[in-house]
């Protein structure tokens, strides 16, 4: 059967026909028929995304340029349509760069820069302008300041969808009451539907922008929302650093390489990565190394072979004299006797070693050929493997009564070495005929892919290959079980005793015009323990602007807040930051509320696909004192929680910015930053609880004890006794009593609790105190005397203090510092 595609090149000109009809296509065209992706895909969607836009914008610039931000929004209904009107108080735009910054998708100073910001692809305020534009048919309006400047700059523009350019309507310079900022207005096709997430819109950024003063009319409102700072203190300035070789992909490294100016790869590591210094590079590289190159394996040498490789040394030196060639290969063999294994490059540089000394000694040159045919020499004895005189694994059992035996002759000396190092890698149930018959399948597979000069290198891969080729012949021939775990333990001992050669690393160029080489640096780079970004391109709100932030807009009893230290994911540092508040007059029906944050900006949609309500629904709120129905999901209670992710390049799901994705990394951070938090309100509201339960035994002490009072005193014909000081010993708690006796009074505090207390004590007085026998100060305000007292307390212990007043004065005391609960005051 003849497809429809095998058809479309019969007629004639058909391709030229096709390739007429096609034609490149705009950010601004594709964003103009998709702006649902960008989160404007309703009218009331599209009004609060716009304000979210300029706000994020504003904050932004005045916090880049030092400035406190003041800014004013404003929506009022314009016959069918709303116009939206954002002022800041920031540093202003130049002339010339209006029309890009507002008409211009993907235009920005920040999409390449590693630092924490709100904005960063150039793509937020001009797609609010491209929306208006869409919907309304009118440009935008923008008036900015410069700072220092005399006028402002008066622009009207749209945006050409085909080309991605601004048009310009209007320009002209003007006059504005403000001494610098920017203000944008927009009409737009819009409705209030989504008036409550605009307005929390609004609280949650004056909740994580504590710095800023915020102002929102829209229509329905009486009153102007007005946003007051709740500190002067910006956030910390950020640096932008360099990427960290933990987050680069394949692609951008093989860029990085094309583009740097450093000629070698030791010298492209440090100077285009962050955290690679001398050290740190070198270790990269010889990683580099042990995938380009390969890693030589390294072979003990016998006591019973030294005399094997001297007369080999010997026999390969020629012309050198006696001595000096006895010294010569004495000193080589008497270095490899006290070392415990040895490699090929190793032997290179033992040879010169000592050839440079032997030359000192005696005159005698030892050149460059000399010195290869020692190395020769004494490799081949090192190495020395007879595969024609190999005995089967059960003759040399058998014969030597052990594996080892089978070397007794010199016929295989790579089994033998292999031997010792399987033997402890593999399980004592293997017995000595199946590790012997592995070690000499393997020694075979060694020796045969030895390579030139047979140095015995391989990459990490050869050499798991040669063991698993091994393992499975001695499965098959000699019908024994060899699992993956001894395996995985005779490889990662074999690559144990391996060693990185020092050979030269290809050049920068070289690496980048060849994939493969690229691709063993980037694993490389991955592999290497390298410590984590620096934080100063991060700006995290710290827990206590956060818990100040929830202080000035909920009116709750608790709050805590936690900041966590830094973490990276895909190379990029980020800090999560959690607070929590409580009681109040928070609602109290219902799941609590989450507000979350990205940095420093609202999410406001999209709660149900966010990494950030996935793990408050995962964890077990009981155990932190909040209700949970079903034991998962959100819990209920009078509570607000606020999530913040700081980071150089949040998640987001979209590029709408509503959610942040559901990476582990950050998850994690997300769930600790939580827990941290909820500790402090499960510890309050166990305080709280065991407060209640203490009010209500006194409570119930109270009405009982002046009853047994009442009837001891009819028993007994006395006057009633005191029973604060039996309250205070049955509760527990801290008494304080006051004892006038004609003119002296005698303030007394009796701890009765378990822990030593301070109480603040303030007497208040009508007449002024004299003979003040005691630590106290007092201090005249109006005509009452302030007597004030801070005893400490020990559990068991009794403070008191005197002072003399005439008889008619008044008094009144008030003591802070202890719980009320824990208070009994006789005073």
Not at 253 to 275: D, P
Not at 471 to 497: I, K
Not at 525 to 554: N, Q
Not at 727 to 740: F, G, K, T, W
């Amino acid at each position: 059967m003849t497809s429809f595609q095998s058809t479309l090149g019969e007629d004639a000109g058909i391709a030229d026909e096709l390739a007429q009809s096609q034609r490149e296509i705009s950010i601004a065209e594709f964003f103009e028929k998709n702006k649902h992706m960008l989160g404007f895909d309703s009218g009331a969607r599209g009004l609060v995304t716009a304000v979210k836009e300029a706000v994020d914008n504003a904050l932004d610039a005045t916090e880049e340029a030092g400035i406190l931000p003041d800014i004013y929004v404003e929506i009022t209904e314009v016959g069918d349509y709303y116009r939206l009107v954002i002022e800041d108080n920031g540093p202003g735009i130049t002339k010339e760069q209006v029309p890009k910054v507002f008409g211009k998708l993907l235009y920005g100073s920040r999409f390449h820069k590693r630092e924490q910001s709100r904005g960063q692809q150039g793509i937020g305020i001009s797609a609010a302008v491209l929306y208006s534009q869409l919907t309304s048919g009118k440009p935008a309006k923008i008036t900015s300041r410069p700072k220092g400047s005399a006028d402002a700059e008066y622009v009207e523009l749209i945006i050409d969808t085909d080309t991605n350019e601004p048009e310009i309507k209007t320009a002209e310079r003007t006059t504005w009451d403000r001494t610098h900022g920017t203000r944008i207005e927009l009409e737009m096709e819009a409705n209030m539907r989504a008036r409550s997430q605009l307005r929390g819109y609004m609280k949650h950024t004056a909740v994580v922008n504590p710095h800023a003063r915020l102002e929102l009319r829209e229509p329905g409102l009486e009153e102007p929302m007005k946003f007051e700072r709740g500190t002067d203190q910006l956030p910390a300035e950020t640096k932008e650093i360099r990427p960290h070789p933990h987050g680069v992909e394949l692609g951008t490294l093989i860029k990085m390489l094309e583009a740097t100016e450093s000629y070698s790869v030791s010298g492209f590591l440090q100077g285009e990565f962050t955290r690679v210094g001398g050290k740190t590079a070198e270790k990269v590289l010889n990683a580099f190394r042990d995938r380009h190159f390969g890693r030589e394996l390294s072979w003990s040498v016998a006591a019973s072979h030294e005399a094997e490789i001297k007369d080999a040394i010997v026999d390969a030196v020629s012309n050198k004299g006696a001595d000096a060639t006895e010294s010569f290969a004495s000193g080589i063999v008497e270095v490899l006797g006290n070392r415990e294994r040895t490699c090929r490059f190793e032997l290179a540089e033992i040879v010169d070693t000592v050839a440079d000394r032997v030359e000192d000694e005696t005159g005698r040159t030892f050149g460059d050929t000399v010195r290869e045919n020692a190395i020769e020499a004494a490799w081949a004895a090192v190495v020395a493997f007879d595969s024609d005189a190999t005995v089967s694994t059960n003759e040399a059992v058998a014969a030597n009564g052990d594996a080892a035996g089978a070397d007794s002759d010199g016929r295989d000396r790579l089994t033998s070495d292999l031997y010792v190092i399987v033997d402890e890698a593999t399980s004592t149930r293997k017995d000595d005929a199946v590790i012997h018959g592995f070690s000499e399948r393997l020694a075979r597979r060694l020796d045969a892919d030895a390579g030139e000069e047979r140095r015995f290198r391989f990459t990490a891969d050869e050499l798991h290959r040669a063991v698993e080729d091994a393992a499975d012949a001695t499965v098959e021939y000699d019908e024994v079980s060899f699992g993956d775990t001894a395996r995985e333990n005779v490889f990662e001992a074999l690559w144990a005793v391996t060693r990185t050669v020092p050979d030269d690393l290809p050049k920068v160029k070289t690496v980048a015009a060849d994939r493969d080489t690229a691709s063993q640096l980037l694993e490389a780079m991955r592999e290497t323990d390298i410590l984590a970004p620096p934080t100063d391109c991060l700006s995290p709100i710290t827990d206590t602007l956060v818990e100040a932030g929830l202080r000035k807009e909920y009116d709750a009893d608790f709050y805590a807040a936690a900041t966590r230290d830094a973490e990276v994911h895909g190379g990029d540092p980020f800090i999560v930051e959690a607070g929590i508040a409580y009681g109040g007059e928070l609602k109290s029906e219902g799941s609590i509320d989450l507000l979350r944050f990205a940095n420093r900006v609202p999410l406001v949609y999209q709660r149900g696909a966010c990494a950030s309500t996935d793990v408050v629904k995962q964890i077990g709120w009981r155990n932190y004192g909040l209700d949970q129905p079903g034991g998962s999901g959100m819990p209920n209670g009078p509570a607000v929680l606020m999530i913040h992710l700081a980071s150089t390049n949040v998640p987001f799901t979209s590029e709408s910015k509503d959610a942040i994705a559901n990476i582990p990394a950050i998850e994690d951070e997300i769930e600790l930053a939580i827990r941290e938090a909820a500790r402090e309100l499960k510890s309050y509201l166990n305080k709280r609880r065991s407060m209640q339960k203490r009010r209500e035994k006194q409570d119930v002490l109270g009405r009982i004890l002046p009853e047994m009072a009442e009837k001891v005193a009819e028993v007994t014909g006395r006057e009633p006794p005191n029973i604060d000081g039996a309250m205070a010993r049955i509760m527990n708690n801290l008494s304080v009593d006051r004892e006038v006796s004609g003119t002296t009074v005698t303030l007394s505090v009796e701890n009765y609790s378990d822990r030593a207390e301070q109480p603040e004590i303030t007497d208040i007085l009508s007449a002024e105190p004299q003979a003040l026998n005691g630590d106290a100060s007092v201090v005249d305000m109006d005509g009452e005397w302030f007597l004030q007292w801070s005893p400490s307390v020990s559990a068991g212990e009794e403070a008191s203090i005197s002072y003399e007043v005439p008889e008619e004065t008044d008094f009144d005391v008030n003591v802070d510092g202890v719980d009320a609960e824990k208070l009994t005051v006789n005073a």
